[in-house]
C-alpha cells in the first residue's frame, strides 16, 4: 500500500506539474507578460511546486527531514543524474554566465543554506525569509542580463490563445493532483521509511528527490538523444538556485524547519556542495567550456556511490 501511494504520489505530481505549467503561461499570457519574464519566473516557479508541496506537507507533518533532504537530494540528483546522464547522451555546451553569474550564485545559496542549519539546528521564518528574498533579486538580475543580450526563453505560444474556461479546469485539475500528490507520497514515504529501517532522511535524500527529478531525466534524455538543445547548465544551475531560496526558503517561512537528523548537517549537505563546486574545475578540464560524456560519466558514477553509501550507511 505504502509503494501504491508513493507511485500515485508521483504520478498526481507530474500531472498537476503539468498542468500548472500550462495554465500558469496562458494566465500570464491573459495579463500581457512578456514571453521572457513568464520563462524566467512563472515556469521557473511553477516547475519548482511539486517540491514546494512536498516540502510543505513534510514540515507540517511533523517530518522536516523530509522536507531539507527533499531540496539536498534533488540538488545532488539535478547535477549528479540528470546532467550527468544528459551529458552521457549528448555534451553540453557551457556559457560565460554559468562561472560569472549562475555558478557563483548557486554556491552562495547553497553556502548560505549550510550556514543556516550549521548556526542553531533549524531554518527560521527569518532565514527562510532572506533566502527567497535573495532569490527575488537574482530573478531580476536574470531578467536585466536577458534585455541586454535580446536573449528569449521559448515559451509555447499556442497557450496564448487558450479559453479562460481551459485554464481554470487547468488551475483545478493542477492543483487537486499537486495536494494529493505531495500527501500520498510523504505518507507513502514515510511508511517505506518505517517498513525498511531506514531513517525519513535518507528516503528524502533518495527515493522522493529522485522522483521529483524523474520528468526533467526523462525530457532532457529525449531532448539530447533528438540532438535538440537538451538542457542548459545554466538553467540546471537556476533550478537548485530556485529550491534553496523558494521551496525551503517559503517552507521556513510557513514554518520553521528543525534539523532532526544529524546526517543532514555531517554529510547530506557536503555531498550538494561537493557536487555543486566541482562543476567549475570540470568545466576547464579537458574539452574547455563543455560538460563532455566522460565528464557525464564521472558525475552519474559519484553519484552512484552517493547513493549506495546513503543506503549501507543508513545515515551516511
Known sequence: MSILLVVLGFVLLVVGGEYLVRSSVAL???????????GMTVVSFATSV????????????????????????SNIANIGLVL????????IAVDKSFYKLNWPVMMLFSVALYFFLRNDSKLS??????????????LLVLIRNIKKDNNVEEVDESLAIVSNFK??????????????GSDWLVIGAKDIAISIGV???VIGISLIAIGTSVPELAASVIAAAKQEKAISLGNLIGSNIFNIGSVLGLTAIVKTIPVTEPSI??????????????LLPMIFIGKK????????FLLVFAYGIFMFLVFTNGKF
Open 167 to 180: 485554464i481554470i479546469m487547468w488551475l483545478v485539475i493542477g492543483g487537486l493532483s499537486l495536494y494529493f
Open 289 to 296: 567550456m563543455q560538460i563532455s560524456r566522460a565528464k557525464g
Open 84 to 91: 550527468g546522464v544528459t551529458a552521457m547522451v549528448g555534451s
Open 28 to 38: 500570464s499570457f491573459k495579463f500581457n507578460i512578456s514571453k521572457m519574464v513568464i
Open 50 to 73: 511539486p517540491e514546494l508541496l512536498v516540502s510543505l506537507q513534510a514540515a507540517l507533518s511533523g517530518s522536516p527531514a523530509i522536507a531539507i533532504n527533499n531540496v539536498v537530494g
Open 199 to 201: 531513517s525519513e532522511a
Open 125 to 138: 521564518p527569518l532565514e527562510g525569509a532572506i533566502l527567497f528574498a535573495g532569490l527575488i533579486l537574482f
Open 265 to 278: 548537517l555531517k554529510s547530506d549537505i557536503f555531498w550538494m556542495l561537493g557536487f555543486s563546486a566541482v
